[in-house]
């Protein structure tokens, strides 16, 4: 499976942002995708998934403002972000999980910088 994220870039607080997050490949096996992050000197961590039949999960730091859609049957999935704030900035990754067997696959990562 190979991801290709696109979205990211310069925002000002408050604004907003819509990360995609295209799949290709032996995508009919994927049973979750999500988006996870990683700041400057920060531990990459989940920001939210997708299961194959819509089931959706946030970190609590994005919950009422970021919306993750598509599902992981298909071949897209998308984060909406909205009220940006200067601790969203980061690297955003896109991962697709298939589970039996376990395989795990990332994207090469698109930035979003929050800034006045």
């Known amino acids: 499976v190979q991801l290709v994220e696109s979205g990211g870039g310069l925002v000002q607080p408050g604004g907003s942002l819509k990360l995609s997050c295209a799949a290709s490949?032996?995508?009919?096996?994927?049973?979750?995708m999500g988006w996870y992050r990683q700041a400057p000197g920060k531990q990459r961590e989940l920001v939210a998934t997708?299961?194959?039949?819509?089931?959706?999960n946030y970190a609590d730091s994005v919950k009422g403002r970021f919306t993750i859609s598509g599902d992981a049957g298909k071949d897209t999935v998308w984060l909406q972000m909205n009220s940006l704030k200067p601790d969203d900035t980061a690297v955003y990754y896109c991962?697709?999980?298939?589970?039996?067997?376990?395989?795990?696959?990332w994207g090469q990562g698109t930035l979003v910088t929050v800034s006045s």
């Open positions: 997708i299961t194959s039949d819509g089931n959706t």
């Open positions: 991962n697709a999980e298939s589970w039996s067997p376990y395989r795990t696959h």
């Open positions: 490949g032996s995508i009919f096996d994927i049973n979750l």
